[in-house]
């Protein structure tokens, strides 16, 4: 039978808003890291050090590879990396971050964490720098959280007026996160996330009306899924 297609159904709408998210810290981390063997992929900004430092005292062993190893070498195995990397040039260069994060996941590393510097609330505030060079970084490890659940995955948003030791504190502060937040951000010493609100008008939520002669105009990445939320869309209207 003919699926009958309301004239008019609307479409909820939504905006990115940046709030507040305590942390808080997994019970019993005294010896999470203890034999742990962490990879640091160095920055040019001091972090390295004081990072290595925590994880050191905390029983991990920690091996810190300069800016311009970003493979990790044949033999070289481990349970955690961390990409402080991404802070300097590398982290404009998306595609090596890509090979970086897969030849990661080819040794079965099971902590990977990103860190940029986007002022600690992701670019959307204006305290970013105007080149910008982590766009489209945080995509690509929530991408990778999706595909491998079974790793701990997190981008981490960070201010870069902070001193390296305080960016470095809120590394180590995360890596005992109980939550399953995947982006988080530190501004002003303040854990924070980002959520999708809906958009409200004086009149109420901000609704998008279609219906079956309305035009989208849709730009996709030649990845599919525009084609499949046009198709969707299609079908429903």
């Known amino acids: 039978p003919e699926t009958t297609i309301p004239a008019e159904s609307p479409v909820s709408q939504y905006l990115f808003r940046i709030e507040e998210a305590p942390l808080e810290p ?18 040019q900004r001091g972090v390295a050090s004081p990072l290595a430092a925590l994880l050191t005292s905390s029983g991990a062993n920690v091996k810190v590879l300069p800016c311009t190893e970003q493979d990790l070498p044949d033999h070289e195995t481990g349970d955690g990396l961390i990409l402080l990397s991404l802070l300097d040039d590398f982290g404009s260069n998306p ?12 040794k079965k590393i099971q902590t990977i ?27 690509l490890f929530k991408s990778l959280a999706k595909e491998y659940s079974d790793k701990l995955v997190k981008i981490i948003d960070l201010d870069l007026h ?13 890596l005992h996160a109980a939550d399953p937040l995947v982006e988080v951000g ?3 010493g ?14 109420g939520p901000e609704k998008l009306s279609l219906d079956r002669n309305s035009v989208v105009l849709m730009l996709g990445g030649a ?15």
Request: hydrophobic fraction near 35%.
């Open 95 to 106: 595609t090596a971050v890509f090979e970086t994060i897969q030849h990661a996941c080819r």
């Open 223 to 237: 990845r599919g899924i525009a084609a499949q939320v046009a198709n969707k869309l299609a079908e429903q209207y």
């Open 190 to 203: 303040i854990r924070r996330q980002i959520v999708a609100v809906p958009l409200l008008t004086e009149w």
């Open 113 to 139: 964490i990103g860190v940029t510097g986007r002022g600690g609330t992701f670019g959307h505030t204006g305290t970013t720098s105007s080149t910008d060079k982590n766009r489209g970084i945080s995509g």
């Open 162 to 174: 902070d001193g390296a030791e305080a960016l470095a504190n809120h590394i180590f502060a995360e």
């Open 186 to 188: 530190y501004h002003d």
């Open 26 to 43: 997994q019970p019993n981390t005294t010896d999470t890291f203890k034999g742990k063997n962490f990879t640091i992929l160095q920055d």
